[in-house]
């Protein structure tokens, strides 16, 4: 037995330094021309090696002898985030193919075979129990047939992947496997509380992809009740943090990509709850100023927020000059703020419809402030000799100016009305947005 030992721990450095390749190849080269490998890590992303795509579509990347074991991605076009596909390499030599219709298919992989079979077997088992579960059926003996089955492919294939990276991942995806006939709702119940039991999120080979996001994702996504959708994000959000515990730099990473995800769809109690609840304190204590700064913006531009107050250099007839604040003014029930630039061709098309639209509005109804974030007040200045009709505040520095920055503004043009006490309470999307949006107040309003 001590022979088999020394025997073993002997041929060990041999095969860690071995030289390994993983080769390629894309059904269409039109549209790609080089592949980017990079290691994938907790916080972000290594690059590691490049590689020319050739006319039959193949391509090869030679890994160093002491390259890391873990997951990788191989990118091939852009955008990034979009053009790209994760693989798990443990010092073996992997051939795959890829296209957009069937995906990614390995030739060669013990690892990647094992664990791509694992998710389409686990896939047709809860297949069948979502089929028995629609049809409406409760027959117990069905029911425990397919629980039965779900329960020996996880056993089978945990016990295949026994001294296998991929083993990590396929305990972290174990279902719920109940252990008697439940009804599709408690089913969905027990599934829900039973989620994070077997995910470990200080599992440094989980950690170095993107299983706990993804995961994480899916179960905020997934567990909600259809009539309280954002309280049922908010929910998740909790579970899921409890659930992350004492890893500091996975828990930045998830709540930053939950964050920007919900911000982007402009859900913004969910976002501003992240933020609030978790990631301002994470900036902080991380000296994080870029993050911490598009959480105070995005907060503050928020629905149901007083706007941030900035100066209006205001003309009366005779052409002087009075300093007003923002928040001070008191000539009408609503506010819009636009953002323009004398430079953005969407702003040239929009604001003179604006104007036109404006003359049909009472103005103890609306009053419209341009701010033109920009950086050439010469043009600026001939260019609202055409709108009198507004309020013109010069937005110097253009993307790096206090106002822009406060109403979190990422394009031109951008809208926001305030109602008279200058709380924001809607953003629309465009001019069109807004027209139709104030039509129906007006409309309201002569009801009234």
């Known amino acids: 037995m001590l022979k088999k030992l020394i025997f073993v721990f002997a041929t060990l450095p041999i095969f860690a330094l071995a030289q390994h390749t993983v080769k390629g190849k894309f059904p269409n080269t039109d549209d790609f021309k080089f592949a980017f490998l990079y290691q994938v890590t907790t916080q972000t992303s290594k690059f590691v090696n490049n590689a020319e795509i050739k006319e039959d579509g193949t391509f090869t990347f030679t890994l160093d002898k002491n390259q890391p074991t873990g997951t990788y991605r191989i990118v091939y076009n852009q955008p990034q985030d979009q053009y790209n596909f994760d693989f798990l390499y443990n010092n073996e030599d992997i051939e795959l193919t890829y296209d957009f219709d069937n995906g990614l298919t390995f030739i060669k992989s013990e690892e990647n075979k094992l664990w791509n079979s694992y998710n389409k077997s686990i896939q047709l088992v809860g297949n069948s129990l979502n089929n028995f579960y629609m049809k409406g059926e409760n027959n117990e003996e069905d029911f425990n047939k397919i629980i039965q089955i779900l329960q020996n492919t996880q056993t089978e294939f945990e016990k295949a992947a026994e001294g296998k990276m991929a083993l990590n991942f396929i305990t972290a995806s174990k279902p719920y496997i109940p252990s008697k006939y439940v009804d599709a709702q408690t089913f969905s119940e027990l599934a829900k509380a039973d989620y994070f039991k077997h995910i470990n999120f200080s599992n440094p080979v989980l950690q170095n992809s993107n299983f706990l996001i993804e995961a994480t994702l899916n179960y905020i996504y997934n567990f909600i009740h259809q009539e309280q959708i954002n309280a049922s994000y908010i929910t998740n959000i909790d579970t899921a943090v409890n659930a992350i515990g004492n890893n500091p730099e996975v828990k930045k990473v998830i709540l930053e990509v939950l964050y920007y995800q919900f ?10 709850h992240i933020a609030i609840t978790y990631l301002l304190d994470i900036a902080k204590a991380d000296n994080d100023t870029e993050l911490y700064n598009d959480l105070i913006y995005f907060k503050n531009a928020s629905i149901g927020n007083k706007g941030y107050d900035f100066d209006i250099v205001i003309y009366d007839e005779e ?14 029930e609503n506010y819009l703020i636009v953002f323009w630039s004398t430079t953005c061709s969407h702003c040239l098309e929009e604001i003179p419809q604006l104007l036109e639209y404006v003359k049909t509005i009472n103005p103890e109804q609306l009053k419209v402030i341009a701010i033109a974030l920009d950086e050439d007040r010469y043009r600026w200045k001939e260019m609202i000799k055409k709108y009198p009709e507004f309020y013109h505040v010069f937005g110097e520095g253009k993307w790096d100016n206090p106002i822009g920055d406060n109403y979190n503004v990422k394009a031109t043009p951008s809208y926001f009305v305030l109602d008279k006490n200058k709380v924001i309470i809607k953003k629309p999307y465009d001019f069109e947005a807004f027209k139709d949006y104030f039509s129906e107040i007006k409309a309201i309003k002569s009801k009234d």
């Open 263 to 272: 911000s982007y769809e402009n859900i913004e109690s969910v976002a501003n």
């Open 319 to 332: 052409g002087k000059a009075t300093v007003k604040k923002m928040h001070d003014l008191d000539e009408a």
